[in-house]
């Protein structure tokens, strides 16, 4: 039916977080301030949270590759700190997908805030759900859509 699609802008979904977190092999992960602290201190470049420009760029650019492949886009919900995407795109894989969205948006965003020029905008990699039913399908628009908002995650 689809894919629900996630991914984090740098820094801000470490392993550890106490938010709960996920690891790739694993699933989710309970907090470890520890570890999250280590990651942090790792990092090479300052945490910049996507404000209503960057927000409004990934969104166009998302809408704008999902109508050139001819894929269905169900939502895209562009947070502060990660964004939402739940497509239909016969025939790609999930992952090739989210590289490809994000790849748009990281061209978007540094195309009208030179700060990100020479850093990543997104963490590595990103959440993939495959969508196998309609039922499926139905949460994850709503999860990635209003639930998000009703939950008030990350603007």
């Known amino acids: 039916m689809g894919y629900l699609i996630t991914w984090t802008v740098y820094g801000t979904f ?5 938010r709960w977190w996920r690891k790739r092999s694993n699933g989710e992960q309970a907090p470890q ?5 280590w990651h942090r201190d790792r990092l090479k470049h300052e945490v910049i949270l996507l404000n209503d420009e960057h927000r409004k760029v990934v969104r166009s650019e998302i809408e704008f590759h ?8 169900w ?10 995407v739940v497509v239909t795109a016969s025939e790609y ?3 090739k997908v989210r590289d490809q969205l994000k790849a748009n948006c990281t061209r ?5 805030d030179i700060r990100f020029t020479d850093r990543p905008v997104w963490t590595t990699k990103g959440d993939v ?3 196998k ?3 499926d399908l139905e949460r994850a628009i709503d999860y990635a859509g209003e639930a998000q908002d009703r939950m008030g995650l990350g603007k």
């Open 33 to 37: 301030p520890l570890l999250e602290q």
């Open 129 to 131: 759900q495959f969508l």
């Open 93 to 95: 894989t999930g992952e």
């Open 66 to 73: 999902c109508n050139n492949r001819a894929w269905k886009l």
């Open 14 to 18: 470490l392993q550890g977080d106490t």
């Open 133 to 135: 039913t309609t039922v």
């Open 108 to 112: 978007g965003i540094r195309q009208i």
């Open 75 to 84: 939502v895209v919900n562009p947070r502060t700190n990660h964004v939402h």
